[in-house]
Each structure stands twice: as C-alpha cells, then as structure tokens.
C-alpha cells in the first residue's frame, strides 16, 4: 500500500480503466505485452511497433450500449470507443449511473480537435484539396468537425452533466486531462470524471516529426545512448476518476488511485525542453507534496522517454538529481509516441505498475511549448477524501494593450499566437506586483485553435508531399504554441493549459483557473479567449468570428 | 544564378521563413555568425527550417549535414553548400 502522508490532496480512487495502443487492445493485452518488455529487470528492450503505417484497432466489441450505435466517420473515435466501452465496464458505471452523478468528460488531444485532419486518416486534405480546386467548401465535413470535439461527443453520447473539455496540450494532453479531472473532483465540480487522452496517426505530425529531424525510423530506443528520436503510434487511454464518496456509496473497488499531480511551465522555447529541467523539476516536486509520497519512497518512475536526444537527456539529468537510483519505466517502444493519448495511457501503465510493485509510480510528460505534468499513481491505498475549502476569487477583465512585445523569443509567432501573447502580456501588466512567475498561472480557450497556421501546414504536404514541409509552421500547428509564446513573453511559470471545445470553452478556463487558486497552485491566472476567422476554415464554418479577450482570475 | 544572387535569395528567404525583425538582405553581412551570440542568434528550430529551405527551395541533399560541420556559419557557408551541389538553378 503506497505510503501516504496527511498533508496532501485527496487521493482520488480509478474504478475504471480502459485502453488501447500497440501494446495491446485491453489493458491485460497491454499489461502483458510490458511484461515482456521489461520482465522483471526493467531492462528497455526494443518491441516492434506498429507504426506509422501499421495497424492497430482490433474489432471493437461494445457492451455500453449507448457507444453501440454507428461512430463518426473518423479513425480517432475507432480508438476511443473501445477504451471509453473498455474502462466504463471496469467501473460498473452504466449509462443511468452516469446521469446520476455529476460526470465530467476531460480528454486530451492534438488531431482530435483539427478541423483538417479530423476525419478520416487521409480523407480530409482531399476534403481540403476539392476547396481548393472549386472554391466550394463541403459544409458536411465541416458539420462533422463540429460534432466531433472528442469531450462534447462523449458528453453527448453518453448523456452526462458535467463539463465536457478537451485539453490540447500537445505531447502532455493526456496527463493534462487527468490533472485537470482530479481538480474538478477535489473543488466538488463533479462525483466522476472520465478523463484520458485519443490521437490518431495522420500525416501531418508525421511530416513535421520528420522535418524537425526527430523522427527515428527503427524502433525508439528510449534513453539508450545510441537513440536517434522518436516513433509516432496511435490509441487511447481512458480513466474513471471518481471522488471516495462517490466510490462508496457504488459500492465498487478501486483499481488504483491517483495520489497527486503537478504541473509546471518553462518559459523557455517553442519546442525544446529547458535543459536546466528547472520546470519539470517543479512538476515533480509538486506531484510528490500533492501525494503525500516523500521522493525517496517513489518506487518507479514512467517517464516521458521519446527517445529524442533533447527530452531523454533532461529526464536523466533531473532523475539523477531528484530520484537518483529509481527504476524507469519507459513504454514508448511498446506503443510508439501517441501524442496527446500518451500521458493517459501511460498512466494506465503506472497503475498496472503501482500494483505490481505495491508502490507509488511517478508518470512524467513533456509537452511542445516546455509544459511540465507529472502524476503519481499508485495500487488503490488509504483514502484521504477531503474537499478543498472554498476560495473567494475575482475576474478582471484586462483592457489589452495594442503594443506587440519586441522581444526576440516571439519573433516567429503566428497572428493567433501574436493575439493571444498580445493579451497575456495586457494582464501580466496588472498582476498584483510581487507576484511570484511559478505562482501565475496561464489559460488559453479556443474553438478552432490556429487553424491559419494548421491549412498552410497541410498546404505544404498537399503541395508536395515529396518534399519535407517547414518545421516552423508545424511548430505553429499545435494548439498550445500561443500558450508556449504567451509564458515566455510574461515569464509565467505556473499550471499552463490550453482548452478546446465548441460550446463554454471560456466559462470552463475560468473554472479551472478557480480550481487551480483553490488548490494553492496559483495566485493569479491569465484567461485568454482567442479565435480567429482566416480562410480557409471561415469559407467551411461562416459564423467563425475574430476574438480576443482577456482576464485576471485573482484570490482575494 | 550568380553567387551575388544566391546570397541576397539565401538572405530574403531566411528574412521571410525566420522572421527575423528589422533585417534586410543589405544589412546582413555575408560572414555574420547565423547561430550563437554576436550574429543574427538564431537557434535550433531555426536550424532546422533552414535545412528544409535548401531541400525545397533549392533541392540540396541535405543527409551528409552533421552536427559541426560548418554550413551553418555564416551565409557565405550557406552558399558554398548549395553551390557545392550545384543547384543554384532551382525554382524558387
């Protein structure tokens, strides 16, 4: 039983787990595949993953009846479904049980929430390539981009009450998503929540993996000396997260639990982590005093481990500081890198460890942009059930400045970045002074998210696929790259997420940015609401608007 | 293309694709250092763009670049490079 210590935050019971990746279409299939790969040992062998162009899903058998019925034509919800049926079944909770708890849905993502790439694999620059040949756009695909935000699906699908929101925090999306779960439980916003992570393999982070020089055609081999970058996989991990009231009275049992989180910015580049660690640090170190779980009694850590000589060589370097002589646990030859899938089926993995092991696993993610998540998971252990105690907060709304900042970091951004930094630095001007960076935190909520930026990418492939498209728009195709430039521009080091939904995407930002002061992980957050109506996307979605707002969510 | 032109291209697409504020092909002297500090600081990221702007724009194979070898020194290295594979003629 993971030894846990009083002054943390409520350990939060996992009543279901589901998923599927190349380790497997369940979690025993996955289980049993990383038993192979580490054996006792933890030795990192090389598995073969199916890659890229290789197959995954096996033919999805669904028991909760509402998810029976014919899915979006898209490959991302032909993961999904299986590892949301998968982890429901594990949890006992029906349809009807659901509709009597406050249920959230929090999911983390990258192509799920991109309107070109949304549908099926390849099917959507075709889509793209017929706009551009007639000047016509398919209104049907863009109302199924639409209806097909991962979260607001589940939500709807599923009939639950609770807020619906996905997380588009590139590589730590699905650590995000179960970070953001265990606040909207802990502040009393909901008695479950199904969190996780679902990417599908597209072309576009293929192409751009590839441009960036970090993409390994052998197999990953994560912190090996010898390691030449990444491999792309595909799936999803999904996670019942319930609060221990609500366990009790189901009457069920707990898989595992999550013990605690951390979260934490760089403030340092777009893409590459900072070497110094200083941010993942913080995370870790958060994590651990959320969990009550001294360092020392950590007994495995599952790490990020891309196998990129940059994101392996920071992990190292802050282990050996921090936890030197702890066992890794990395997954990534097993599943190849899902993206915004990964964080959550790894923590799948980190249960199936801490149950194992009988002990307290660290899960860590290093996201684009130098986000920082880390989760400790364990075997389900003491419950500590106590609610946060309510804080008084204020919303400002900030008048924003029209001065771009000169500095040289944000040279490269994009308009939808420009805006957003644009904003962030307007609020940064009125925090109360002394505010400490690692105690601002920083919210971006978008519909469509840098869609300018996205089509000109896509536009690159379409142009010529033979040729590698620009590593710098790429860069700019990820949801969280404003986030990334509005932290280094305002120097904000805090709990940084980027939300995406169609419907009260702010209103969500704002609930979060509560929680996060509740919690004590911020004095202040930066809520920036951006969109912006750019052709193509404005051609397929016509009620696509210009916005930019900003706000200073402060405790008082 | 003469090496006048190849230079003043090299200059305008890193200009352009980079974003690097205030420049123009004039100011940039052909033996500035492109990388680290005194010269235009550009970084890794920056890097990489520019190894997939002499594969599109001028066709270069860029698989024997390795780390150190040099060709990212100054906008003359550049020029040596592309010209050394003798496709100053692609389209641009």
């Known amino acids: 039983m993971p030894q846990v210590e009083p002054d943390g935050g409520a350990v939060l019971p996992i009543t279901g787990m589901g998923q599927l990746s190349a380790a497997g279409g369940t979690v025993a299939e996955a289980n049993a595949c990383l038993e192979a790969l580490h054996g006792d040992g933890m030795r990192a062998t090389p598995y073969p993953v199916r890659g890229f162009f290789g197959k995954t899903a096996t033919k999805p058998v669904f028991t909760v009846p509402s998810l029976r019925e014919e899915l979006p034509d898209a490959r991302l919800f032909e993961l999904l479904v299986p590892a949301l049926d998968e982890a429901l079944r594990d949890s006992g909770l029906s349809a009807s049980g659901l509709s009597r708890l406050r249920t959230g849905v929090c999911l983390g993502t990258t192509s799920g929430c991109q309107f070109n790439v949304l549908t099926n694999r390849f099917e959507a620059i075709p889509a793209y390539r017929h706009y551009r040949e007639t000047g016509t756009a398919d209104r049907s695909s863009a109302q199924r981009y639409l209806d097909s935000n991962p979260a607001e699906w589940v939500r709807a699908k599923l009939h639950t009450t609770g807020p619906a929101v996905c997380v588009t925090d590139a590589c730590s999306s699905g650590a995000d998503a179960i970070g953001i779960a265990a606040e909207w439980l802990r502040n009393d916003v ?184 880390a989760l400790m998971l364990g075997a389900a252990g003491n419950a500590v059930s106590a609610l946060n105690t309510p804080v008084v907060t204020r919303t400002r709304r900030i008048e924003i400045q029209d001065t771009f900042p000169t500095g040289r970091k944000a040279r490269r951004a994009d308009r939808f970045s420009r805006n957003t930094v644009l904003a962030a630095k307007s609020a940064s001007g009125a925090l109360p002074s002394g505010t400490s960076p690692e105690r601002i935190g920083l919210l971006v909520a978008t519909k469509h998210g840098p869609h300018a930026s996205t089509f000109a990418f896509a536009e690159e492939l379409v142009d010529a696929p033979g040729l590698p498209p620009s590593p710098l728009l790429f860069s700019h195709t990820v949801h969280n790259a404003a986030a990334a430039y509005a932290a280094m521009e305002t120097g904000a080091k805090g709990p940084s997420c980027t939300l995406t939904a169609f419907h009260g995407v702010t209103e969500e930002a704002f609930r979060l940015a509560r929680c996060w002061i509740a919690s004590d992980r911020a004095d202040a957050v930066i809520v920036v609401s951006v969109e912006e109506r750019r052709t193509p996307l404005f051609s397929f979605v016509p009620d696509l608007e210009d916005v930019l707002d900003c706000f200073l969510v402060l405790r008082i | 293309m003469t090496r006048n032109e190849l230079k003043t291209k090299l200059k305008t697409l890193l200009i352009e694709r980079l974003s690097i504020e205030g420049a123009t092909p004039e100011s940039i002297d052909d033996d500035v250092p492109l990388f680290g500090d005194g010269g235009l600081e550009l970084d890794s990221l920056d890097a990489v763009e520019i190894i997939v702007i002499l594969q599109r724009q001028f066709g270069c194979d860029v698989k024997q670049i390795k780390k150190g070898s040099g060709i990212f020194a100054s906008i003359n290295a550049l020029a040596d490079f592309v010209e050394a594979q003798g496709k100053t003629d692609a389209a641009g």
């Open chain 1, 190 to 373: 909901c008695d479950a929540v199904i969190c996780g992570g679902v990417d599908a393999l597209n072309p576009l982070p293929y192409a751009g993996f590839s441009s960036l020089g970090v993409y390994s055609d052998n197999p990953c081999k994560p912190f090996a000396p010898d390691r030449d970058g990444l491999n792309l996989g595909e799936g999803a991990g999904i996670l019942v997260l319930e609060t221990e009231r609500s366990r009790r009275a189901r009457g069920v049992t707990a898989r595992g639990a999550l013990l605690g989180y951390g979260m934490s910015a760089d403030a340092y580049h777009l893409t590459a982590p900072d070497p110094s660690g200083e941010g993942l640090r913080r995370a870790i170190e958060t994590a651990a005093k959320d969990a009550g779980v001294p360092l020392p009694s950590v007994t495995e850590i599952n790490p990020h481990g891309t196998a990129t000589l940059d994101n392996d060589a920071v992990e190292s370097a802050v282990f050996a500081s921090l936890l030197a002589g702890v066992p890794l646990f990395p997954t990534k030859a097993a599943t190849g890198h899902t993206l915004g899938a990964a964080g959550a089926i790894e923590a799948v993995f980190s249960v199936l460890r801490g149950i194992r092991t009988n002990g307290s696993v660290l899960s860590t993610s290093l996201a684009f942009g130098g986000q920082n998540t």
